[in-house]
């Protein structure tokens, strides 16, 4: 299965994007999916995840209040909603799926997110 992610682009620090990871089998079916980020040079960094049997989610410290993990059970599809947008939030993004093996086994390519001060 792949894991296409898209929505990034340039804002301004305040502003707010919404990204989307969609599986390309629609029947595909994971445990938990996951938004991560990564700047070049530093480790990658987890954002959110949401368990797909109950919508449970949890969030990275930096992003705690400002972003929501979100998901569309008809059409596999996971979403984050970043509002307040700073600057540090610059990065790619990642969105990966845990198919129930207690790992993130799958990985969309990344989509660029870039804030402007």
């Known amino acids: 299965v792949q894991l296409q992610a898209y929505g990034g682009g340039l804002v301004q620090a305040g502003g707010s994007l919404r990204l989307s990871c969609a599986a390309s089998d629609r029947t595909f079916s994971s445990s938990y999916m996951g938004w991560f980020r990564q700047v070049p040079g530093k480790e990658r960094e987890f954002v959110a995840f949401i368990r797909w049997s109950d919508g449970r989610t949890h969030y990275g410290d930096s992003v705690q209040g400002r972003f929501l993990i979100s998901r569309d059970s008809a059409k596999n599809t996971v979403y984050l909603q970043m509002n307040s947008l700073k600057p540090e939030d610059t990065a790619v993004y990642y969105c990966?799926?845990?198919?129930?093996?207690?790992?993130?086994?799958?990985w969309g390519q990344g989509t660029q997110v870039t804030v402007s001060s």
């Open positions: 990966a799926a845990d198919p129930g093996t207690y790992e993130y086994t799958y």
